[in-house]
């Protein structure tokens, strides 16, 4: 028995919304294989990947809004004295003294500058403040 199909006879299978969006979900978990999931499921992978954008396209608000920007909370300290703070250097060696500029610091959508002198210890301390903040 010879099945063809007809000239203008779609062949393509239909999946529901509600099956589109668990696969989406499940693909977006942190770890997720989106290939291993649309193997599972019987899908094309690259159909899933198409579902992920079209559902994040959606998520962005197209009216071209920006988001409000956030406020973090900031400690203020006794200011130190940083044009010669030394750097640590390995035993044995003659301390350095950090060079003056400027570190920027992009993250999450806020820029963080810091300007002068500024040592390691007090870099770990920002990052992990933002770190914790996030």
């Not at 989106?34 to 009216?63: D, S």
């Not at 809004?65 to 203020?76: D, F, Q």
């Not at 500024?118 to 914790?132: F, G, Q, Y």
């Amino acid at each position: 028995m010879d099945k063809r199909v007809t000239k203008g006879q779609d062949i393509r299978r239909r999946h529901s919304d509600a099956v589109k969006r668990a696969l989406v979900e499940r693909s977006l978990a942190p770890g997720a294989s989106v290939a291993a999931i649309a193997l599972e499921a019987g899908v094309n992978a690259n159909l899933l990947f198409n579902w992920r954008r079209l559902h994040l396209q959606a998520q962005v608000p197209t009216t071209g809004a920006i988001a409000a920007p956030v406020l973090l909370p900031v400690t203020v300290v006794e200011a130190v004295e940083r044009a010669a703070s030394p750097v640590p250097t390995p035993p044995g060696g003659p301390p350095r003294v950090a060079p003056a500029g400027i570190i920027e610091i992009d993250i999450h959508g806020a820029r963080l500058r810091l300007r002068g002198a500024v040592d390691e210890a007090s870099i770990r301390c920002v990052l992990r403040a933002l770190a914790s903040a996030t």
